[in-house]
């Protein structure tokens, strides 16, 4: 099991940009892959990105492909997800989530066993 903490999370106004931090401590951090998730009010959670072990592969949702990038640091157990040109529609509790799998990066909520608290991020118009 590996414990996660997200930060970073904030008020921003449209078109600006945010750097989530997600930390991990416990197992090793490296044999995980990480993803991104959020969740706007009355809506499910989704996925935004997620990027495998040991960062070969990484994976975006198309709302936020070409604006989000993910990036991991295992040597400080940390992944990072950079955030530019912000919408409205980007509001939301966004969390980190660590899968096991292999090999790749899952995009179901379903896989992913240990996730952080979460971290608001507001977007105003």
């Known amino acids: 099991q590996v414990q996660l903490v997200e930060s970073g999370g904030g008020l921003v106004q449209a078109g600006g940009s945010l750097r989530l931090s997600c930390a991990a401590s416990?197992?090793?951090?490296?044999?995980?892959?990480t993803g991104w998730f959020r969740q706007a009010p009355g809506k499910e959670r989704e996925f935004v990105a997620g990027?495998?072990?040991?960062?070969?592969?990484?994976a975006y949702a198309d709302s936020v492909k070409g604006r989000f990038t993910i990036s991991r640091d295992d040597a400080k157990n940390t992944v990072f997800l950079q955030m530019s040109s912000l919408k409205p529609e980007d509001t939301a509790v966004y969390y980190c989530?660590?899968?096991?799998?292999?090999?790749?990066?899952?995009?179901?909520?379903?896989?992913?066993?240990?996730w952080g608290p979460g971290t608001q991020v507001t977007v105003s118009s």
């Open positions: 989530a660590a899968d096991d799998r292999p090999y790749g990066v899952s995009r179901s909520v379903s896989t992913y066993g240990d």
């Open positions: 416990g197992r090793t951090f490296s044999g995980y892959a």
């Open positions: 990027i495998s072990r040991p960062g070969l592969s990484t």
